[in-house]
Nanobody, 122 residues
């Protein structure tokens, strides 16, 4: 139906940067709100950043000033630029999107990627 595939994770030193990408494909009429979540070992999944259809963004307090979410509607892709990374940013990062189906424009589904691992360690 709809697939979200994250990429860009890896191992980085504290203070370093990474850019995550999430590409959507499948039965897509349009992408609505898009989000990045993360889940650290032993912790609850949390919302990191959100970008609306109109481009409005919001961030969790823990990443404000360090992370930037953006989207390229022509490519059906959302990005998360992560700067000044800290060990506590270590987590699996998940892309989440509200998608209006091309099979029925009356239906909006909630989809998740499989995640990409970010490890911040010296």
């Amino acid at each position: 139906q709809v697939q979200l595939v994250e990429s860009g994770g890896g191992l980085v030193q504290p203070g370093g940067s990474l850019r995550l990408s999430c590409a959507a494909s499948g039965s897509i009429f349009s992408l609505n709100d898009m989000n990045w979540y993360r889940q650290a070992p032993g912790k609850e999944r949390e919302l990191v950043a959100r970008i609306t259809t109109g481009g409005t963004t919001n961030y969790s307090d823990s990443v404000k000033g360090r992370f930037t979410i953006s989207r390229d509607n022509a490519k059906n892709t959302v990005y998360l630029q992560m700067n000044s990374l800290k060990p506590e940013d270590t987590a699996v990062y998940y892309c989440n999107a509200l998608v209006r189906s091309s099979l029925s424009t009356y239906y909006v589904g909630n989809y998740w990627g499989k995640g990409t691992l970010v490890t911040v360690s010296s």
